[in-house]
């Protein structure tokens, strides 16, 4: 029998697409019209959700999306959204079943300016073809580190620039990476990733500035809502409210949000004896994929191994 649900990135260096549209009015190259027309049938018409005439558009990483689900919510403050695949996965990740329906409503809502874009699945953003390209094999990627080939979300910022061309930023919503561009946060650990464990925080900082793509910017929420936002008092609502929880928080000595998971800005993924334990334990359910072309984001599990008929009765695991 089949399911359908997110696809997680165990598949993602099977199933790279090429011709993933980006939802961008100023883009010359996706047949984003095509698109519209092939899936207006029945299915969710995509289009061009990302406007010509923006002042940004807005690339909120994993805690970035949880943070600010309040302002998301809000559809006429946040317009020219782009929605990452792989950090709807992590948030989802968090097992918060209220917040990932909140998360779904949002990118779901094609009257949104929200475009849902699989990254994971575009051969263009998968950090998974940057490593092959760049000689090294899928299974010797390091941990995501702060750079445009090896950060799932600055990768896909990048690729959303080079469509805008300069007309306005691509701006990524990030406290973990805006803090390490600082020189504050997690720069060692980064930096050793990265290849850079021979230079200090500052160091670290300056050579990822000097690494950032052309019309990518990097924001905390306390320099992008005042900057992008400022004469909107619903979104800046939602950002003072957010604000005075990190500040009650931090000044109680616990970690805001609702698993901690602020501290790290990539969720580790599974590993494979998790994976085995999970099988055995019966957690784990082992499936065949199969991705959609039209909606790469979107697929169907058969349960049960290929060329058997059985299954079993539990939800597939789409965390
Ligand atoms: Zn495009």
């Not at 060692?188 to 050579?207: H, M, N, P, S, T």
């Not at 950032?212 to 003072?240: K, N, Q, T």
């Not at 494979?272 to 019966?282: F, I, R």
């Not at 065949?288 to 597939?316: M, N």
Request: charged share 30%; hydrophobic share 35%.
């Amino acid at each position: 029998r089949r399911r359908t649900g997110a696809v997680v990135n165990y598949a993602e260096d099977v199933h790279l697409r090429e011709d993933v549209p980006c939802g961008c009015a100023l883009c010359g190259t996706c047949a984003n019209d095509a698109y519209v027309r092939a899936e207006g049938e029945g299915g969710h018409p995509v289009g061009t959700p990302l406007g010509a005439d923006a002042t940004h558009y807005l690339v909120p990483d994993a805690d970035a999306i949880a943070d600010h689900v309040d302002f998301l919510e809000m559809p006429r403050s946040a317009e020219n959204v782009i929605v990452l695949g792989s950090e709807v996965r992590r948030v989802h990740a968090r097992r918060d079943a209220r917040l990932s329906r909140r998360i779904r409503n949002v990118h779901n809502d094609r009257r949104r300016s929200v475009r849902m874009f699989p990254n994971e699945h575009c051969a263009h953003t998968s950090v998974v073809a940057a490593a092959r390209r760049s000689g090294g094999g899928a299974e010797n990627i390091p941990n995501p580190t702060f750079s445009v080939f090896h950060d799932p979300v600055l990768r896909a910022a990048a690729w959303y620039a080079g469509k805008v061309r300069g007309a306005f930023p691509v701006v990524v919503l990030s406290e973990t990476r805006a803090e390490i561009l600082r020189g504050g946060g997690g720069g060692g650990a980064v930096g050793d990733a990265a290849g850079l464990g021979g230079l200090d925080k500052a160091g670290i900082a300056a050579e990822m500035r000097r690494r950032l793509p052309p019309g990518v910017e990097v924001l905390s929420a306390s320099e992008y809502f005042p900057r992008f936002h400022a004469h909107d008092a619903d979104a800046m609502g939602a950002f003072e409210s957010w604000r005075e929880a990190v500040e009650t928080a931090a000044s109680e000595g616990i970690e805001p949000g609702t698993s901690g998971s602020r501290k790290r800005a990539f969720p580790p993924h599974w590993d494979a004896e998790a994976v085995a334990a999970g099988l055995e334990d019966g957690d784990l359910i082992r499936g065949t994929i199969r991705v959609s072309a039209r909606r790469p984001e979107e697929a169907t599990v058969r349960i049960g191994k290929e060329g058997d008929g059985e299954g079993g009765d539990e939800d597939v695991d789409d965390g």
